[in-house]
Antibody
Framework: QVQLVESGGGLVKPGGSLRFSCAASGFTFEDYHMSWLRRAPGRGLEWISDIGRSGSTKSYADSVRGRFTISRDNAKNLLYLQMNSLGAEDTAVYYC????????????WGQGTLVTVSS | QSVLTQPPSLSGAPGQRITISCTGSSSNIGAGYDVHWYQQLPGTAPRLLIYGNTNRPSGVPDRFSASKSGTSASLAITGLQAEDEADYYCQSYDGSLNEDVIFGGGTKLTVL
């Protein structure tokens, strides 16, 4: 069955950096677009980044563009998110998700990893 | 402020039927972009509930249904059960935002 498992969250100081990974299994990873989304405390879901099947196409939400970088390693079935210049507004649970074919929905989600930005 | 507007909260008694609205505009839902719905139970990851406006993934009970018309969409839950208490989100795309993903602000459903 499809599984997405994030790792790499934790506590980081303002201005700091963090790198997540998301291990995918149960499907042909290179056949799917992948995404990162987050939910901040007391707020709703927010899409932050997409990456195409080969990794050459990337898009970002305005809130993270220039600070976050999405990447993938299809040989290892891994999705990454490099986050720099973190601020308190980046405190959230971060999810990786698979984009289903055809309709653009997020059909499978990881369990989420918490990032807390605090001094 | 979310591009798609949902009621922040709703409540219903077990067995009742409720609907959650998702209001967009001519650059997103009204432009023909598909609407998807997610359920997020407390402390868990979101789960896809409806995709492509009206389609249920396997495993989603037929008590959940959805529709889309004009610049709005709605999710209906019939025969409300205690385990339906969760946050519900609509999602689409917006042509005026580089076809970026957009979400509603979420609706917290309380089962009385």
């Amino acid at each position: 069955q499809v599984q997405l498992v994030e790792s790499g969250g934790g506590l980081v100081k303002p201005g700091g950096s963090l790198r997540f990974s998301c291990a995918a299994s149960g499907f042909t990873f290179e056949d799917y677009h992948m995404s990162w989304l987050r939910r901040a405390p007391g707020r709703g879901l927010e899409w932050i980044s997409d990456i195409g099947r080969s990794g050459s196409t990337k898009s970002y939400a305005d809130s993270v563009r220039g600070r976050f970088t999405i990447s993938r390693d299809n040989a290892k079935n891994l999705l990454y998110l490099q986050m720099n210049s973190l601020g308190a507004e980046d405190t959230a649970v971060y999810y990786c998700a698979r984009k289903g074919a055809g309709f653009g929905q997020f059909d499978y989600w990881g369990q989420g990893t918490l990032v807390t930005v605090s001094s | 402020q979310s591009v798609l507007t949902q009621p922040p909260s709703l409540s219903g008694a077990p067995g009742q039927r409720i609907t959650i609205s998702c209001t967009g505009s001519s650059s997103n839902i009204g432009a023909g972009y598909d609407v998807h719905w997610y359920q997020q139970l407390p402390g868990t990851a979101p789960r896809l509930l409806i995709y492509g406006n009206t389609n249920r993934p396997s495993g989603v009970p037929d008590r959940f249904s959805a529709s889309k018309s004009g610049t709005s969409a709605s999710l209906a839950i019939t025969g409300l059960q205690a385990e339906d208490e969760a946050d519900y989100y609509c999602q689409s795309y917006d042509g005026s935002l580089n076809e970026d993903v957009i979400f509603g602000g979420g609706t917290k459903l309380t089962v009385l």
